[in-house]
């Protein structure tokens, strides 16, 4: 019973890698990756070694013969799989290791006994299949190592009948115990390989799990950041409607009520009471909250907040390749400013289609004016001299209409008008003895710089007169006696430059942005319509008209006429 005894315990000795390779492969595993911080898979060489190795020294200290003839070489298997497992280097270091144990632990006898007994015939075998193994199925694998184990265990046991001329003597028991030996030996291999694939296995399922979930949470991110990069408010609901994922500018809307508000704040939290917090009340969003779960429909309204105008959608998320709604995407969008803008062309519409009518009626004004101004002239003329103030204030009124009428109508007709190559100087030296007559009565000076270089510009003659004569009288009007109003032309890089200064009062910062509006004027009888004519003049020119001006220094308008593309 003995034998049966230590056949039992040298196989429990030859099966210690199966117990102690999988715990010491998956601590030094997580060894090394927590104390690196590296990413790296440990390879499985060293640890398989060690452990059969340790097998190996075990298995030899505690081996016996069965019946004192029968050598038991348990040593084989740890020593046969780790062959069929490990790199070229350590496999050779193992078989060296099963020769030393047995020179140490067995009495050296002969050669042939050592040949059998350590299984040292049938290394090269093992050695070569090595490459052909590692690729095999695990039931291949099994089959390999069973077969190498039945043969090194048959040589094994056979050795003392072949090498000391044992005999069996019909000793039935010791040929049942070598059978059986031979068994244990070949289901320990079986074991071994068991375990040793299922201890890689779970690693390579583990690492790819690893890779998997680092990729996710990669993804994650990426997918935050992008949301965190649209300019709208979105945010993500499951099924329940509670929040799993909002960006930064939907955490910017809930901060103004907030400020300190983080995401985690709003992350779990159902969407209404979020909603009505915001301030925004989708009406009947309860109900329509289910419409989008259950009829898979996207629900989108408009929401006023005070001034801020929003547009809030709600659309269901659906599971790829099913109708399962698993969640929904909420939108919310500022869209005050192209409200405002919307607003701004329905009034910038309305505005010209009044202009047109204007336009309109003020031409069919003019003709009675001049009717009516004929025959005042007349009775002018048939009147006694002390009437005569009446009418002339009567016509200078009527005058007045009249220009007012004059500028509404060029203003409003801003069509393309005819122009043609003409001298801006020549222009300018026409109408400077209006100037100076106009000048003179109000005791102001007038000074005309012209640069006698400039090239022939392409303009309408007529509109830069009324240009010119707009910009001059403004500049009058805004003087005092013994102002000084200087006309100056000059050439630029980008074009001709024409400017009109005054020492006026000058015109302070506030009033500069509406100097050019239509009926802007600071003046009791002024119409307002003169800089805006200037500027549409200078626009039909392709030029551009800006202000200089210091509060009690004076005024400098520059009007810059570009060189044609051409000629520049
Ligand atoms: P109006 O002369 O009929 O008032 P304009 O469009 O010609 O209309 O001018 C608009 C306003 O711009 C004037 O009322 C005046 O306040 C201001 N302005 C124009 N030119 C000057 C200037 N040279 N100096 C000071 N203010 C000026
Ligand atoms: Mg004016």
């Known amino acids: 019973m003995s034998a049966v ?44 070694a060690v452990t059969c190795a340790i097998s190996m020294i075990f298995s030899s200290i505690f081996t ?5 003839i029968i050598p038991l070489t348990y040593g084989m298997v740890p020593l046969f799989a780790a062959m069929l497992y490990e790199k070229t280097v350590y496999s050779l270091l193992l078989a060296a290791l099963q020769l ?11 050669l042939s006994d050592f040949l059998l007994v350590t299984g040292l015939l049938i290394f090269p075998l093992v050695l070569l299949s090595k490459k052909k193994f590692l690729v095999m199925s695990r039931r291949g694998k099994s089959g390999i190592l069973a077969l190498f184990l039945l043969v090194g265990s048959m040589l094994s046991t056979a050795s003392p009948f072949f090498l000391h001329n044992e005999s069996l003597n019909n000793n039935f028991s010791l040929i ?13 291999g079986l074991i071994l390989i068991h375990i040793i694939e299922e201890t890689l296995d779970k690693r390579k399922f583990q690492y790819q799990l690893e890779a998997v979930s680092r990729k996710y949470y ?13 300019p709208l408010s979105v945010a993500l609901l499951d099924r329940q409607g509670s929040i799993t994922m909002l960006n930064k500018t939907f955490l910017k809307l809930f901060r103004e009520i907030q400020p300190d508000a983080v995401r985690e704040d709003l992350l779990g939290h159902h969407l209404l009471p979020v909603l009505t917090s915001l301030q925004i009340h989708m009406e009947q969003l309860d109900p329509e909250l289910l419409r989008v779960f259950e009829q898979r429909s996207i629900v989108s309204e408009l929401v006023q907040i005070q001034d801020t105008m929003l547009f809030t959608s709600i659309s269901p998320i659906i599971k790829g390749h099913s109708d399962e709604v698993i969640g929904a995407v909420v939108v919310v969008q500022d869209i005050t400013e192209l409200e405002t803008l919307r607003l701004e062309l329905n009034n910038v519409d309305r505005l010209s289609l009044v202009g047109q009518m204007a336009a309109g009626i003020t031409h069919e004004i003019r003709n009675p004016i001049a009717v009516v101004r004929g025959f005042l002239q007349l009775m002018r003329e048939k009147s006694p001299d002390s009437l005569d103030h009446y009418y002339r204030i009567v016509l200078e009124e009527l005058d007045r209409a009249n220009s007012i009428i004059n500028d509404f109508l060029s203003l409003a007709q801003n069509r393309p008008v005819r122009k043609e190559a003409t001298s801006l100087g020549d222009i300018i030296h026409e109408l400077t003895p209006l100037l100076w007559a106009d000048a003179n009565l109000r005791g102001q000076s007038i000074e005309v710089k012209l640069d006698e270089h400039i090239p022939k510009l392409e303009l309408n003659a007529k509109e830069i007169k009324q240009l010119i004569l707009n910009l001059c ?30 020492t006026g009062p000058g015109i302070p910062l506030n009033k500069r942005e509406n100097l050019f509006q ?7 009888k002024g119409t307002g319509l003169g800089l805006a004519l200037c500027k549409s003049i200078v626009e039909r020119h392709n030029g551009k008209v800006s202000v200089d001006s210091e509060v009690g220094v004076g ?14």
Not at 100 to 110: A, C, S
Not at 555 to 568: E, N, V
Request: proline share 4%; no cysteine; net charge negative.
């Open 218 to 230: 990669r993804e994650e991110e990426k997918m935050q950041q992008m949301m965190d990069a649209t």
């Open 64 to 68: 016996t013969k069965l019946y004192g």
């Open 555 to 568: 005024t400098t308008f520059s009007i810059l006429f570009p060189y044609p593309p051409q000629a520049s």
């Open 473 to 502: 009288r403004n500049g009058m009007e805004a003087m005092e006696d013994k102002g000084q109003l200087t006309l100056e032309t000059r050439k630029v890089a980008a074009g001709v430059e024409l400017l009109v200064s005054d």
């Open 100 to 110: 030393v144990l047995y020179i140490i632990n067995e009495d050296f006898r002969n």
């Open 518 to 524: 239509p009926f802007f004027t600071t003046k009791a």
């Open 176 to 188: 049942f115990l070598a059978y059986s030996n031979t068994f244990l030996m070949i289901l320990a």
């Open 5 to 48: 005894h230590e056949m039992l315990f040298l196989f429990l000795l030859a099966l210690t890698p199966a117990i102690l390779f999988p715990l010491l492969y998956e601590r030094a595993d997580l060894l090394i990756q927590q104390e690196q911080n590296v990413r790296k898979r440990l390879s499985y060489h060293v640890v398989l």
